[in-house]
């Protein structure tokens, strides 16, 4: 039944791609991170969905009149580097060639869709569209085991979904708390109240699910989040006693099991797991060291005969730390590609936070922002325990990061040209009537209307007005202030 | 229970997709699910109650 549901909504969705291929972005997005035709339990668990969307998305990108543009900017020239990087490393990786190919084209399809996933990122609508895509993706799971732990009181851990990126407990403990902004960012966004309670609920089950998974990882990310949560908020002190009354319901559900396991991080490098990271990073590192430029390539450290040159002794496993997975995969020049994708979005989030300061409808590139730097933290931190080094969510989230800061830009130079636009002493506001961010919001100001002014005596709505005085008293806050005509 | 759950998942995403499919340039639409006030901010679209005037709260 579900096998037949999701053939029927991918037979719907599919033939559009090529005269919308944005929806082709939505589509790939949804499919790779929830994987949730891994739990039709049917014959449309095993068929290429995602390589049907990218060959169809392809096409509605020659075919299709929607808007696209490859923007060049820091991000996209990074993943293309990225790209290239990956492709030089696996060409001379020490792992067998078959299982390093496959590697490189799961990775490869990743990195490559992110170039059509900005190209197609054009306006705010898109944007919006992608970002519910992602949290209804990761959310199905961080709600799905929140209430899991809450009925189960805590005796469960929670899992990813089979054959994913997230499929591990820690991964998806990683991937909830990088979610858990967006998710705050959506439910700032909507003005539907029922959307925004809904979020809120859908927030505090994902804080379950996150402390439902036993991931020791994801309590030392969930407390960064916390406390960069609480640094980027506006409202400091009711922000500040939501956290806490949270983690604490959260942690008391948790039974004493859970309790020992957390204890553990005291004096984690006597553990047999804290032992094994360490021996598995100081062999991923000696690779890098040893292969300076390229690294042992894809699956170097899953490899006995390449941990027996580099690392005798060592178990082959998977190098659980983002940092010294990808310097031991791939080389210094690599890492420092890979590394600077995020960098880069870290310098976005400022940019925008200070370009759109001034134009009071770029308040939701601004609340991204603030977001988009808890999400940072939160994969940084986690991920210094895990291998997600090439989370297609991720990266996802950057390329939208980097999409927000080309419109911030775009609307910011139409500011600037209205500004001088409506210098001439015929269109321009009189000295004094000119409110903060009212020109700079790249509305028109319609020659003899005056914005915010409202029509006294019985005047027209909306309509032209005689030259009066600015408003004596500011707009309330929730009202559009710069909608001229509109007010009244 | 976990059938309603996949299909809401598939269907919470079926809705994105149609609601990125509308044209916005357009007014919005009275049928909620597809008006664009789901990215919109509150303050910036729906005054508070004290600021529209409550009812029976007399205006200044």
Redesign the interface.
């Known amino acids: 039944?579900?096998s037949v549901?999701?053939l029927c909504?991918m037979l719907?969705?599919l033939p559009?791609v090529v005269a919308?291929p944005?929806?082709g972005v939505?589509?790939f997005s949804?499919i790779s991170f929830?994987n949730?035709h891994r739990?039709t339990w049917g014959f449309t668990t095993s068929l290429p969905w995602v390589y049907a969307t990218v060959i169809l998305t392809l096409i509605g990108c020659v075919v299709a009149r929607e808007p696209k543009r490859l923007p060049i900017n820091a991000t996209t020239v990074l993943v293309l580097m990225f790209l290239i990087g990956i492709t030089l490393t696996s060409m001379v990786a020490l792992a067998p060639f078959d299982r390093v190919m496959t590697k490189w084209e799961a990775v490869a399809k990743v990195f490559f869709f992110l170039l059509v996933t900005a190209a197609l990122l054009t306006d705010?609508?898109?944007i919006?569209?992608l970002l519910?895509?992602m949290v209804?993706?990761l959310g199905?799971y961080g709600v799905?085991g929140g209430g899991f732990t809450l009925l189960t009181g805590g005796g469960g851990r929670v899992m990813g979904p089979p054959s994913s990126m997230i499929a591990d407990n820690n991964h998806l403990a990683a991937g909830l708390l990088v979610t858990l902004p967006i998710i705050n960012y959506l439910r700032?966004?909507?003005?539907?109240?029922i959307?925004?309670i809904g979020l809120l609920a859908g927030m505090i089950l994902t804080l379950f699910g996150v402390i439902g998974s036993y991931s020791r990882g994801a309590l030392i990310g969930l407390t960064a989040v916390a406390f960069v949560l609480w640094l980027r908020s506006s409202n400091k002190a009711v922000t500040g006693v939501v956290i806490v009354v949270a983690v604490i319901a959260a942690v008391s559900v948790m039974p004493q099991e859970w309790k020992d396991r957390m204890w553990t991080l005291q004096d984690a490098q006597q553990t047999d797991s804290g032992q094994s990271r360490l021996a598995i990073w100081h062999a991923a590192w000696n690779m890098a060291v040893h292969r300076p430029l390229v690294g042992a390539g894809f699956l170097g450290t899953y490899t006995q005969s390449v941990i027996d040159e580099y690392a005798p002794g060592t178990v082959p496993r998977a190098v659980h730390s983002i940092w010294f997975e990808t310097l031991g995969e791939n080389g210094f020049p690599t890492f420092f590609v890979w590394l600077a994708i995020s960098g880069v979005a870290v310098l976005n989030t400022f940019a925008i936070q200070r370009e759109s300061k001034r134009i009071?409808e770029l308040?939701?590139c601004r609340?991204l922002a603030r977001m988009a730097q808890v999400s940072i933290v939160a994969y940084m931190t986690a991920g210094t325990f895990l291998s997600l080094s090439y989370w297609d969510f991720y990266f996802t989230f950057l390329v939208v990061i980097a999409a927000t800061r080309v419109l911030v830009r775009e609307e910011v130079r139409k500011s600037r040209a209205a500004l001088s636009d409506d210098s001439g002493w015929r269109r321009g506001p009189l000295p004094g009537m000119l409110q903060p961010g009212l020109a700079l919001a790249g509305r028109p100001i319609v020659a003899g209307q005056i914005p915010g002014a409202r029509p006294q005596g019985g005047g027209v709505r909306g309509g032209a007005v005689a030259v009066r005085q600015a408003p004596s008293r500011p707009a309330?806050?929730?009202?559009?202030t710069t909608r001229t005509g509109r007010d009244g | 229970m976990d059938s309603i759950w996949f299909l809401m998942g598939c269907g919470g995403f079926f809705w994105v997709v149609l609601w990125s499919l509308r044209d916005f340039s357009k007014p919005t639409k009275r049928f909620w699910p597809f008006d664009a006030r789901w990215m919109e901010r509150p303050t910036e679209s729906e005054p508070r109650r004290w600021q529209r005037g409550a009812p029976g709260r007399k205006r200044g």
């Open positions: 039944m579900r549901l999701f909504e719907a969705l559009i919308r944005f929806v939505l589509i949804f929830s949730l739990f705010r609508y898109r919006h569209a519910w895509v209804i993706s199905y799905k700032m966004q909507s003005a539907h109240r959307v925004r009071p308040q939701w609340d309330a806050p929730g009202r559009p």
